[in-house]
């Protein structure tokens, strides 16, 4: 069976990511990534393992470690630090009618992933003709633990946006977004964020509904005009 030779840069890589979970030598390291990548091992498709795929391949080995070190494990394989999305904090939206929005998702161009368990928050500030990505809010694993609720947590990293995307969010963590004035949305699991932001834009152009029309401080006299203008 041939085997794919590691560059230098993807070698040191995969040895950072056996560092991140307890007890893993990295020779027993690449026999989990072999046994989930078959004979290529490289950027692609480590970018491609899947977290469920990655998980059972663990254990597969007998490798034992929590949901942090193995989401930061196959951070790192994926290189995700380095494809991440970058903010744009060069100029502000200006229009009285923005409106600042979070998405959660894993993924830096689909809908990925539930509200307790995403590693980080896209910060969006929206207006009808304008989109901005201002920034990019990663979960601290520690000060997450050390924060009596985690949920109460994650909403206090968003406190600042009025409407939340998410795949997934389950009832008590809904009520406690909703106490710091965020608007959950359920989106589709997998669905385009560009789709989602072109949807919203539609929405401002045109009469918002009136939860969101609140959200952006229009007041119940502006909300008539506004739709009366459209």
């Keep these: 069976m041939s085997q794919s030779t590691l560059t230098r840069e993807l070698a040191l890589r995969i040895g950072l990511a056996a560092r991140a979970l307890p007890d893993t030598p990295p020779k027993l390291f690449i026999s989990v990534l072999r046994a989930c990548t078959g004979t290529v091992l490289n950027d692609q498709s480590l970018a491609e ?3 469920a795929q990655f998980q059972q391949a663990l254990n597969n ?3 034992v470690a929590d949901a942090d070190s193995i989401r930061d494990s196959l951070n790192i394989l994926r290189n995700a630090e380095a494809n991440s999305p970058k903010a744009d904090t060069s100029q502000v939206i200006e229009s009285a009618s923005s409106i600042r ?5 894993d993924d830096p161009q689909l809908i990925s992933g539930h509200f307790g368990s995403c590693r980080q928050f896209l910060v969006y500030q929206i207006a009808a003709d304008d989109a901005r990505l201002i920034d990019v809010r990663s979960i601290d694993s520690d000060a997450q633990r050390q924060h009596d609720d985690k949920n109460v947590y994650r909403a206090e990293l968003i406190a600042d946006c009025r409407v939340l995307y998410i795949a997934s969010i389950g009832g008590p963590a809904a009520a406690k977004i909703i106490k710091y004035g965020i608007h959950p949305v359920k989106a589709d699991q997998g669905e385009a964020i560009t789709q ?3 949807q919203l834009q539609i929405v401002l152009a045109h009469a918002p ?3 969101l029309a609140k959200s952006m401080g229009i007041q119940p006299v502006q909300r008539v005009c506004f739709e009366q203008e459209s």
């Design 61 to 63: 080995f007998g490798i």
């Design 101 to 105: 929005i979070a998405i959660g998702s």
């Design 209 to 211: 509904p009136p939860w």
């Design 49 to 51: 393992l899947g977290k």
């Design 196 to 198: 989602i932001i072109k």
